[in-house]
């Protein structure tokens, strides 16, 4: 395999001496290892899929499956879950904000349960504009908005291309690790931010750690990568944590067994006849998802332009 050059500080592996770490044989075939840069540390898949692949996956409806889901916290509870933890992080970042309604842009934002999420608890009104290649989500985001006649609160794009507003806040949701090119990314996501907005990052704390399964994710974050990368773009942190149960107790670690492992069947088998309100308590306490802890799950930040 070819030596390769980090894409976040630029320095390539001349001489092969940065750590490998095998990608998992059950996540992907495209990629045979991850190697982490001897400088900020960020880790690297190797080979990297080819844009066409991720295409395919993104834009065909088979990174979602091919149905039109009904959003309900019922049918979603983790999503839903998630949504709220995230919110309520972004929120209090934004505790001086004057305005009586945020304008929220979701890059990524697979079905949409940030914003749902937000209209719902946030005492403002949620404005949300969601960019998401899959155009099965945009129908069920609609379905979703209208069901909670708030529909003209509701923008979808397919690329982010086609986006030309400013917003209060910009999210990331799970969507770094799929880049290819991390600085250019969040650069370019920096230019949708207000002069005084807001960008939300979550991504997987070092998941290649605890996680079997890993594919499509194309680069491996810790807590000091992502400084790294948020100051190499010029960003003011205003609050970086882990989050989530600690990755060694987490029900998603796929290399131990804990009786919480059995408590997540326990809950994913009896699902559908328990309310999705009691569903999503659940998985909060399950997954820890308002817990911050150095060592958790996944890495939340919410930062400004200098």
């Given at each position: 395999m070819t030596s390769l050059t980090c894409p976040t500080c630029h320095l390539e592996n001349t001489n092969n001496d940065w750590v490998?770490?095998?990608?998992?044989?059950?996540?992907?075939?495209?990629?045979?290892?991850i190697l982490f840069c001897n400088r900020c540390h960020l880790g690297i898949a190797d080979p990297m899929p080819t844009d066409e692949e991720l295409d395919e996956l993104y834009q065909k409806s088979s990174f979602w499956g091919n149905v039109v889901p009904r959003i309900t916290e019922k049918n979603n509870p983790v999503e839903f879950a998630l949504g709220r933890a995230r919110w309520r992080l972004i929120e209090a970042s934004m505790a001086g904000c004057q305005k009586d309604s945020i304008t929220v842009l979701d890059i990524g934002a697979g079905r949409g349960c940030l914003g749902?999420?937000?209209?719902?608890?946030?005492?403002?009104?949620?404005?949300y504009?969601?960019?998401?290649p899959d155009p099965l989500q945009h129908i069920a985001m609609k379905e979703a908005w209208q069901s909670e006649g708030a529909l003209e609160a509701l923008q979808v794009y397919l690329e982010l291309e086609e986006v030309s507003d400013r917003y209060d806040v910009v999210a990331l949701s799970h969507v770094l690790e799929h880049v290819k090119s991390p600085v250019d990314f969040l650069q370019k996501a920096c230019t949708f931010l207000q002069k005084d907005g807001v960008l939300f990052i979550d991504i997987p704390n070092q998941d290649h750690l605890f996680k079997k399964s890993l594919f499509p994710h194309l680069l491996f974050f810790s807590k000091e990568s992502l400084v790294f990368l948020l100051d190499k773009i010029n960003l003011n942190?205003?609050?970086?944590?882990?989050?989530?149960?600690?990755?060694?107790?987490?029900?998603?670690?796929?290399?131990?067994?804990?009786?919480?492992?059995?408590?997540h069947w326990i809950i994913c088998i009896v699902k559908r006849f328990v309310p999705g309100k009691l569903q999503m308590w659940g998985f909060n306490w399950l997954l820890g998802l308002d817990h911050r802890d150095?060592?958790?799950?996944?890495?939340?930040?919410?930062?400004k332009q200098k």
């Open positions: 490998v770490f095998p990608y998992p044989k059950e996540s992907f075939k495209t990629s045979q290892r749902l999420a937000a209209h719902r608890i946030s005492k403002k009104t949620i404005k504009s969601a960019v998401e942190v205003l609050t970086i944590d882990g989050w989530g149960r600690n990755r060694e107790k987490s029900p998603m670690n796929g290399h131990i067994q804990t009786y919480l492992h059995f408590l150095p060592n958790g799950t996944w890495i939340r930040t919410v930062c």
